[in-house]
């Protein structure tokens, strides 16, 4: 018995959701169904491809060196499809990305509506999450990262920097101790990141600047922005960020301002999809133009 293609799409699901009924769900099939055809592949290729536990499906020596010829078939059908179907000027079908919640809630919604809007047959799902994502599991098309990653098949783009400031609202400052240095923010309630959940060292602005960790604590943005935004403390924020916040205001900005970068970061096979690429250009053009905006309202 001959493996069939569309078994393999089923088994590129399953291991990259890693449940039959995720895997279901993606596909539109009941997950009793997915798992027949799981057993029939394992059958005709004579190897257990999954390892069943209490966490999932996971996959095992043979799952793996099957994923990658498997993708990689994937990804050449994907191309031919592209390339029979010639596209025009427009952008049509899904695309995932995901993304920080900073850059997910005060970046994307305005330049992916763009995008959508010059191309209406296009459909773009953000997700936002604090933690990195894997993108050979296919978990999203292509990420925004605010660091490099260096392993993995991926390839990197430098999209833009961006600045970070102390913030704070002005009935907070109104009415909290005056201040004039750093060393008056210890005598101030901060906001920041919960410690032991920063997944990435880019985002451990208080160790920097020499902080304790904060008293209002959470891994979202937007939590933290919340926070600032109704008074209940003094916390580091992206400078994009402040025109979304009325009444919040930078603080010590002469003193205090970090640097970063966002990084747009994509599985290497997905270079010869010009439906991908045509995206990746969009976004990133989008991305530093609505930074500029927004800084410059500071």
């Known amino acids: 018995m001959q493996p069939q293609w569309d078994d393999l799409k089923i088994f590129l699901a399953v291991a990259r959701h890693e449940s039959l009924s995720a895997a279901g769900r993606v596909l539109k099939i009941d997950p009793a169904t997915v798992g027949r055809r799981i057993a029939r592949l394992e059958e005709a290729l004579r190897a ?27 990804q050449e059908m994907t191309a031919a499809f592209e390339d029979l179907s010639g596209h025009g ?9 995901g993304s ?23 459909e773009v799902q953000i997700v936002a999450l604090p933690r990195v994502f894997n993108l050979s599991r296919r978990e999203a098309d292509m990420a925004i990262a605010v660091s490099a990653p260096t392993a ?20 907070y400052l109104r009415s909290a101790a005056p201040i004039t240095s750093l060393d008056d ?16 060292k880019e985002l451990d602005y208080m160790a ?6 904060a008293q209002l604590a959470s891994n979202s943005v937007s939590v933290q922005f919340n926070w600032i935004r109704q ?23 002469d003193e205090i301002s970090l ?14 999809l010009d439906r991908l690429n045509r995206f990746a250009e969009a976004l990133a053009s989008g991305m530093r133009r609505e930074v500029a905006r927004l800084e410059a309202q500071q």
């Not at 000027?89 to 899904?94: D, I, K, M, T």
């Not at 993995?152 to 920097?161: A, E, S």
């Not at 402040?242 to 603080?251: A, C």
């Open 48 to 74: 257990p491809l999954f390892a069943k536990s209490p966490q999932g499906y996971a996959l095992t020596n043979e799952g793996q060196r099957l994923m990658v010829h498997a993708a990689r078939a994937e």
């Open 89 to 97: 000027a427009q952008l049509s079908g899904q695309i995932r990305l």
């Open 100 to 122: 920080p919640d900073g850059s997910a809630n005060f970046l994307l919604p305005q330049v992916c509506a763009q995008i959508v809007e010059q191309n209406p047959d296009l």
């Open 152 to 171: 993995g098949r991926l390839t990197v783009q430098k999209v833009t920097d961006y600045r970070l400031s102390l913030v704070a609202s002005r009935n």
């Open 185 to 200: 923010l210890r005598h101030h309630r901060i906001v920041g990141y919960i410690q032991d959940m920063i997944f990435d």
């Open 208 to 213: 920097e600047l020499g902080l304790p960790p």
């Open 231 to 253: 008074g209940a403390g003094i916390g580091m924020m992206h400078d994009f960020s402040i025109p979304f916040g009325r009444g919040m205001v930078r603080v010590l900005p």
């Open 259 to 272: 640097s970063r970068s966002f990084y747009l970061i994509r599985h290497v096979d997905d270079r010869r």
